[in-house]
């Protein structure tokens, strides 16, 4: 199977569209990608064709509906080589992921949870909540210029205190990808679990839960080519037993009585009322429409993007770049000398051209790097290197305005 990037394009309806007379170039993936048109007709199907309620109605409607909520649950546990779809769970987003693992930790005043740096605050605020509330302690992993982790003070941050490590898979700023087999070997030496945020790992690189031997993993859709307001919690078996409800309602529980209630077992345990039903399938609509591409194909094409514009920036004087990690992922954080990010996207934007400016939900990476804010341009499959000039032009143009 080859990749044909204009192929892939046509699949894209929002990529035909003009912004302020100009053709769209989007290179903003890494905060939300674009949809298929096999994702938008799998949700419009569903609405139009065979919508119910899941899992208690006993009409046609209700069957298919549930069984195509079931069959997307399916779809993600092949996606990830989960052991059995019951270890999917499904979330609003990678956010409420996590959110569950941490308010399910059995957490003590004094108790240790291991972060880095360069976390998205979906994978820090949840901690800081049981710091707040139970007096938790946050021990922080630091990074080098390039986002680069230190195992050995991985290790020497582990102690008997540790309750989770909680780590990104890959940076949303930098691109870095973070060597989370190895992370998982470290921390499992020593007794401690270890959560992975793969929101954009898995977006750009086939993940193996089984093989990373993870806890934890949580993901979103909407960067994975699916809709927003859908996301999921993988979980070994054990692990998701060992939490409680995150939410009460119908679909979590088993028995409920005046004096008593019992829980459902995972992954109905974490799903609590009616289901974002319509988001799960679109998810196995994009799960199904990205297993039916090359990937590797894809992740070779990619490749080539981020290259081709960070040797074009480097070109550049007062041009700073952000992450420069071999091997890094198609994202590429940068500054212009005399600019502030907002002002640069917002030039940018009236050529036609998205990019992403500020934080990114990073700010103790922002401090790490010396930066408040960046801008980020990140690819997706069906950006081209005719883009990549696009961008360089405007760019240059919007230095000119910047002065």
Known sequence: MSFDVA?????????????????????DNAASAQKPRAVIDAMSTAMECSYANVHRGLHTLANETTEAYEAARASVSRFINAPSPDTVVFTKGGTEAINIVAAGLDVKAGDEIVLSVMEHHANIV??????????????????????????????????PR????????????????????????????????VLLDGCQAVVHDRVDVRALDADFYAFTGHKLYGPTGIGVLYGKREQ???????????????IVEQERIT?????????????????AIGLGAAIAWLESQDRKAIASHEARL???????????????????????AAIVAFNVDGAHPHDVAQILDRQGVAVRAGHHCAQPLMRRLGVTATARASFAC????????????????SRKLLG
């Open 7 to 27: 192929a892939t394009r046509a699949q894209f309806p929002i990529l035909s569209r003009e912004v302020y007379g100009r053709p769209l170039v989007y290179l």
């Open 126 to 159: 949840p901690w800081h909540f049981l710091r707040e509330r139970k007096g938790a302690v946050l021990r922080w992993l630091d990074v080098d210029d390039d986002g680069n982790l230190d195992l050995s003070a991985l290790d020497a941050l582990i102690s």
């Open 162 to 193: 540790t309750r989770i490590v909680a780590l990104t898979h890959m940076s949303n700023v930098l691109g870095v990808k973070t060597p989370a087999a190895q992370i998982v070997e470290v921390a499992h030496a020593r007794g401690v679990p």
């Open 240 to 254: 998701l037993a060992s939490l409680p409800p995150f939410e009460g309602g119908g679909e979590m529980i088993d």
């Open 263 to 279: 829980y459902n077992e995972p992954p109905h345990r974490f799903e609590a009322g009616t289901p974002p039903i319509l988001e």
């Open 306 to 328: 981020c290259e081709a514009m960070m040797s074009a920036l480097r070109e550049l004087d007062g041009v700073t770049l952000y992450g420069q990690s071999p091997d890094k």
């Open 382 to 397: 069906y950006n081209t290197l005719e883009e990549v000039s696009v961008f360089m032009e405007a760019l240059h143009k």
